[in-house]
């Protein structure tokens, strides 16, 4: 996952968990190149150029000043998530992985975005590291004079400390990423410095007191974008509150944390002791940033959009309500920001349970269009897929929507009905779950059955609340054989090793982080060798794995394409997408008053 998980709106109006994605790609929409945001809203139709993942290695700070930017303020940031975790050991939501990226947490490499592409270029890091001619190790110079927010420095041990951190599943690393234990040598068996205090991990050394040394179990030529998760930025071992840590981190970033109500609201401030002339990418222009989590969207871009209070001062980082539309395409679309994101959202299919000329015919049966008018659903908010990788990846390639996989349309059941006639499976049971406390849910639900039924199937759809819902499709032993595991994906960085191996091969299974719980051994050879390929080489090997998937396998159906949207008060300027993160690119934003 690109890093992250995503909580976002599904076409079926659930609320949507596990999106990785470090988040990433492709060219910026509305506000780029400067501007302050709104336009068109034209962007749409861009996204289906690919992203070309490049890499600057001798990028200096400190960054380039934004012409016209001040100095001061507040900026407020809406966010309708509610992030597990702000401990840099276990971010992995794309809203908690910006926020920490941007304005916290410097990690070893991290990116810049030029002409709407990410290019990945130092952090802590002196250059994007150095990797031994077998590929199997890893070496980054780390920068001197380093401080944390607190004055006191940083040393390479720290950096060390913060990887066997991230390992700590059953506490702070519970909700990160987990491909550090595929990655780094020993990470297979290592649990960690709370269970086991007094191992050696062998996965991550020092040399001297300046270069950190990854040994890798396998080839990654992607390893030093995978560099860039807060999971490497430095914790000093003797100031480790554990579970406490999230409240009041060590920083190394432009701001540090001034307080934190989890679940409501984190208050950053400048941290005096971030080195900017250090770093080639951030800025801190507002004084505060407040970030406000569990809001609901409708009433804050509504308060955005009337620029009364605090509203011109804020951005709401969420897809724009339905009802708003109008008028942020029309006399308001200067507040409003639309681009390519990093996020795809999923119709899961069991493959386990469902055959594959069944999940052909769920294809021909499904109701895209009446799903997503019954949700209310914003055609801002979303493309319909054919692929299962955002058109933003590297090497992306789009290829003929296959008929039973068009991402669109009102269905065929009389082509679904044949499929199942000719099968002698007439009556086939689709189980899943779905939320009955939330009237969209509820409503496009409705559509989604009446189509099902229609086609030739039994359908047994299961009312949880929201409460329950997340758990339930996580869980990978549900007596159900639809809508189980991910149910959209972001990815966490910009070639298809952050894609592909994640979702397809089985080992998200049991944490429910795969499409459609498929595993395949020809399939995981594939994807083996692939990974091992220098990114460029890899790209169009990637696309042509998508297609094979779609075509020979089709272990889910690919729903839609998440737009990269931004709604901002008067206030809020320069506003540029930053298709990596699915927001605007934070540290560049500064409020005019």
């Known amino acids: 996952m690109r890093w992250t998980k995503l909580l976002a709106l599904t076409a079926a109006g659930a609320t949507a968990v596990s999106l990785a994605a470090c988040s990433s790609g492709g060219p910026s929409g509305s506000g780029s190149g400067g501007a302050s945001g709104g336009g068109d809203n034209t962007a749409v139709r861009q996204q289906t150029s690919a992203a070309v993942a490049a890499q600057d290695p001798n990028l200096k700070g400190p960054a380039p000043e934004v012409k016209g930017a001040k100095k001061g303020g507040t900026l407020y940031l809406d966010d309708g998530g509610n992030p597990p975790t702000m401990d840099p050991a276990g971010i992995y939501y794309v809203d908690s992985n910006a926020f920490a990226t941007q304005y916290m947490f410097r990690a070893l490499t991290q990116y810049k ?258 799903m997503r008018k019954a949700a209310g659903l914003s ?87 929201t409460a329950e819902y997340t758990k339930k499709i996580s869980d990978p032993k549900a007596p159900v054989n639809m809508g189980q595991g991910t149910p959209g994906w972001c990815y966490d960085w910009p070639t298809g090793d952050s894609v592909y191996p994640v979702l397809f091969n089985g080992a998200g299974i049991s944490d429910g982080l795969s499409v459609g719980q498929f595993k395949n051994a020809a399939v995981n050879k594939k994807m083996d060798a692939i990974s091992a390929m220098d990114p460029a080489k890899a790209a169009p090997q990637w696309a042509a794995l998508d297609k094979e998937l779609m075509t020979k396998y089709v272990p889910s159906l690919p729903d839609s394409y998440s737009m990269n949207t931004a709604t901002f008060g008067k206030n809020v300027k320069n506003v540029q997408l930053n298709p990596l993160i699915s927001m605007p690119t934070l540290s560049q934003l500064w409020v005019s008053s």
């Not at 709370?194 to 040994?215: C, I, M, R, W």
């Not at 995978?226 to 000093?236: K, L, Y």
């Not at 406390?437 to 639900?445: A, G, L, R």
């Open 113 to 370: 975005i030029v002409d709407g592409k990410p290019v990945l270029v130092p952090d802590l890091a002196e250059n994007v590291g150095e990797p031994s001619t077998d590929g199997l190790t890893w070496k980054f110079k780390i920068r001197s004079g380093l401080k944390y927010s607190d004055g006191s420095p940083v040393k390479i041990e720290d950096f060390v400390y913060g990887i066997e951190r991230s390992f700590a599943k059953e506490s702070v690393g519970a909700n990160g990423t987990g491909y550090q234990m595929e990655y780094l040598k020993g990470g297979d068996t290592y649990k960690g410095p709370y269970k086991q205090p007094n191992a050696k991990f062998a996965g991550v050394t020092t040399e001297g007191s300046d270069t950190l040394v990854f040994h890798l179990a396998k080839k990654v030529p992607a390893f030093n974008y995978f560099a860039s998760f807060p999971e490497f930025t430095p914790v000093p071992k003797a100031k480790d509150t554990k579970d406490k840590y999230q409240m009041n981190p060590l920083t190394t970033g432009p701001y540090k944390v001034q307080s934190y109500t989890k679940g409501q609201k984190m208050i950053l401030v400048r941290n005096t002791n971030w080195d900017a002339n250090s770093d080639p990418v951030r800025h801190a222009y507002p004084d505060k940033v407040q970030i406000n989590f569990s809001i609901e969207d409708l009433p804050s871009q509504q308060r955005i959009l009337s620029n009364s209070g605090v509203g011109a001062n804020t951005l709401n980082i969420d897809a724009i309500d339905s009802s708003l539309a109008s008028k942020v395409t029309g006399a308001q679309k200067s507040q409003f920001a639309i681009g390519p994101s990093s996020c795809e959202y999923f119709v899961e299919i069991d493959t386990r349970k469902v055959p594959l000329d069944i999940r052909k015919a769920i294809g021909y049966a499904w109701p895209f269009n009446q």
């Open 379 to 465: 055609t801002l908010n979303y493309q319909p897929a054919t692929t299962f990788a955002a058109p933003s990846l590297q090497g992306f390639k789009k290829y003929p929507a296959l008929p039973y996989a068009t991402g669109t349309g009102n269905g065929d059941p009389a082509k679904a009905k044949a499929i199942l006639q000719k099968a002698n499976k007439v009556g086939f049971q689709l189980s899943y779950y779905y939320r009955s406390d939330k009237p969209t849910s509820v409503n496009s639900n409705n559509a989604k059955k009446a189509a099902l039924k229609a086609a030739g199937f039994t359908v047994k759809d299961i009312p949880v609340s």
